[in-house]
């Protein structure tokens, strides 16, 4: 029984251990054709994502095609725009440019048509004045020969010599007659002349009339263009401003790590794009305002010309006044010299009368004779205070004229003074000009402040104080022996002086200085364990670029100034001496007794 048992169980167990190696062999199997699926699985999906990946990059760059031949359209269709209002202006301009053209030409030619009328008009007056004339000629020329004529039948004629005189006077009479008539004649044609150029002067005002209000229409269009191309050009400044705003906002690039660096970057730029506005606004009102400057000065120059101008006129305008009154009186001077020379032609007469009855009047009373001998008297008086009035006159006659070299000479002399100065100013607005043109303006480089730090020492103490102060400002105690030592470190500092200041003044003239590098190599002093080190980096300068933030010695600081106060003396002494007075002429414009010239 028991072996039955054991047989079947073995069967049992050898069909399980079967079984199990057919599930084993089942389960390989499947694990195989699972793993062969999934291989399969995996180039399937693998072969379907490289199709996807180019079906994504075909469809991207058909879509930058369809986007760059949009945008090439739509640059094509605003360069074709842009060249049809480039043509459209640039016909406008030829038309307007067409009809200026054509304008100027019209004007030109209506200026040479009334040139040619007003010559014509000359010519045809000039051809009745000749016509005229030549008629008055011919009707002067039978008269004279009728007049001949019977002067020459009447020759034969016994005629007395009262008539021949009178017939003589008639004859220059009448000659005087056809001057007087000639004279009249010749102004006649002188004012018809002169109505024809006041004519053709004013039709030329007309037409210059007209011109100018063309122009002043031209002048508005032009403005009211210029107007409109400025608040244009406003509008597009302001909307590249805020174009450049918006590239340059920080909340339109999306989201950073550091928002507080991103918000301060956001700030100075927003601070540098102020300041980059205010420096163009500044830099804008500076050339305006050097602009103007340049107008102001060539303005005050043509002004001192001016005014030079004006007191010529001044001075020729006194000049003639004092010359009208000469002439009055020397007009009135040579009416007195008449009346005298016919008072003396009267007192002639009446001596020559009593001459002449002379004969019958022997017996003259002694009252004649006294009367007559205070007459000579007076005469020899009056003919000394003659001589004498002319020397005073011949006085006076110098004297004007040095009064009036000395004004002559003074009024050249503003005239110079003027000119020198407009001149002066015409060339100071060149000189401006030129440094404007020529001259780039200097870039300011901003300094770069940079730390410095320095250790000091603890027990190292000054040469007049017995004590220092540490780092943390306590007076610290020292020996005797390190005093010692720094008086005669300060005693060989003080000994070479002098040598210190050539050093630095002809080796480093701008460069930078050391304590350790001022010093010459046999003064420096003795290695001690506590020293002071500096650490430090030069600052950038503004204008040079060379670091001077180096301590500089005392004697360097000393010596520019003592040369400083030297020139300073120097430069007063030399004032004093090249000041010189000049003695003022005030010359009056008004004429007096003494300055009269008395030219006659």
């Known amino acids: 029984m028991e072996a039955d048992i054991i047989t079947d169980l073995r069967c049992k167990l050898k069909e399980v251990e079967e079984e199990r190696l057919k599930a084993a062999q089942y389960g390989l199997q499947l694990v195989e054709s699972q793993n062969e699926l999934q291989t399969q699985l995996d180039n399937c999906r693998n072969e379907i994502m490289t199709i996807t990946e180019s079906y994504e990059q075909e469809k991207y760059t058909l879509q930058r095609e369809v986007e760059l031949k949009s945008r090439m359209?739509?640059?094509?269709?605003?360069?074709?725009?842009?060249?049809?209002?480039d043509q459209k202006m640039h016909l406008e301009k030829l038309e307007e440019q067409l009809s200026r053209t054509h304008g100027q030409e019209v004007n030109e030619l209506k200026n040479k048509l009334e040139k040619l009328k007003a010559e014509l008009d000359e010519a045809r007056l000039s051809e009745k004045q000749l016509k005229h004339k030549v008629d008055h000629q011919k009707e002067l020329l039978s008269h004279k020969s009728e007049e001949m004529r019977v002067m020459s039948e009447r020759a034969h004629e016994t005629m007395s010599s009262e008539v021949l005189a009178l017939q003589t006077e008639l004859a220059d009479m009448e000659g005087v007659k056809t001057t007087l008539q000639e004279e009249v004649n010749e102004l006649q044609y002188r004012q018809e002349q002169l109505e024809l150029l006041n004519s053709n002067l004013m039709r030329q005002v007309d037409r210059l009339t007209e011109e100018k209000e063309?122009?002043?229409?031209?002048?508005?269009?032009?403005?009211?263009?210029?107007?409109?191309?400025?608040?244009?050009?406003?509008?597009?400044?302001?909307?590249?401003?805020?174009?450049?705003?918006?590239?340059?906002?920080?909340?339109?690039?999306g989201n950073s790590l550091f928002a507080e660096v991103e918000d301060r970057r956001a700030a100075m730029e927003r601070q540098l794009i102020s300041m980059k506005v205010k420096y163009q606004s500044l830099k804008k009102q500076n050339a305006f305002n050097r602009?103007?400057?340049?107008?102001?000065?060539?303005?005050?120059?043509?002004?001192?010309?001016?005014?030079?101008?004006?007191?010529?006129?001044?001075?020729?305008?006194?000049?003639?006044a004092m010359l009208e009154q000469k002439n009055g009186e020397i007009k009135h001077l040579l009416g007195e010299?008449?009346?005298?020379?016919?008072?003396?032609?009267?007192?002639?007469?009446?001596?020559?009368?009593p001459s002449d009855n002379s004969g019958a009047l022997k017996d003259t009373t002694y009252y004649t004779d006294l009367l007559q001998i205070k007459l000579n008297n007076s005469n020899k008086e009056n003919e000394s205070t003659k001589?004498?009035?002319?020397?005073?006159?011949?006085?006076?006659?110098?004297?004007?004229?040095?009064?009036?070299?000395?004004?002559?000479?003074?009024?050249?002399?503003?005239?110079?003074l003027q000119f020198s100065q407009s001149e002066n100013m015409r060339l100071r607005a060149k000189i401006d000009e030129l440094k404007l043109k020529y001259e780039p303006e200097e870039k300011m480089e901003v300094p770069i402040l940079k730390k410095r730090r320095e250790v000091l020492p603890v027990d190292v103490r000054t040469p007049d104080d017995g004590c220092v102060l540490s780092a943390s400002g306590e007076e610290v105690p020292r020996s005797p022996r390190q005093r010692e030592e720094a008086q005669s470190c300060a005693s060989h500092l003080e000994g070479n002086n002098l040598q210190l200041e050539k050093t630095v003044s002809v080796?480093?003239?701008?460069?930078?200085?050391?304590?350790?590098?001022?010093?010459?190599?046999?003064?420096?002093?003795?290695?001690?364990?506590?020293?002071?080190?500096?650490?430090?980096?030069?600052?950038?300068?503004?204008?040079?670029?060379?670091?001077?933030?180096?301590?500089?010695?005392?004697?360097?600081?000393?010596?520019?100034?003592?040369?400083?106060?030297?020139?300073?003396?120097?430069?007063?002494l030399e004032k004093k001496t090249c000041k010189k007075s000049h003695p003022i002429l005030y010359v009056s414009s008004k004429s007096t007794p003494e300055t009269q010239c008395p030219q006659q």
């Open 507 to 572: 080796n480093t003239p701008g460069g930078p200085l050391s304590p350790r590098q001022s010093l010459p190599t046999s003064i420096q002093p003795a290695k001690e364990k506590k020293r002071v080190t500096l650490r430090e980096v030069p600052t950038v300068s503004a204008r040079s670029g060379n670091s001077l933030e180096a301590p500089r010695l005392d004697a360097e600081s000393e010596l520019p100034a003592e040369v400083k106060e030297e020139k300073e003396t120097a430069s007063k």
């Open 214 to 253: 063309d122009r002043e229409k031209e002048a508005i269009s032009y403005y009211s263009a210029l107007e409109k191309a400025r608040l244009a050009n406003q509008d597009l400044q302001v909307q590249l401003d805020q174009a450049l705003q918006q590239a340059l906002d920080p909340n339109s690039k």
């Open 337 to 353: 010299i008449r009346n005298l020379e016919k008072f003396k032609s009267l007192y002639e007469s009446m001596e020559s009368k």
């Open 291 to 320: 602009e103007q400057m340049q107008r102001m000065k060539l303005q005050i120059a043509t002004l001192l010309q001016m005014k030079g101008s004006q007191t010529e006129f001044e001075q020729q305008e006194r000049l003639f």
């Open 73 to 85: 359209l739509e640059s094509l269709t605003s360069e074709c725009e842009a060249i049809k209002q």
């Open 387 to 416: 001589g004498e009035l002319s020397i005073q006159r011949m006085k006076a006659l110098f004297e004007s004229q040095r009064a009036l070299d000395i004004e002559r000479k003074l009024f050249a002399n503003e005239r110079c």
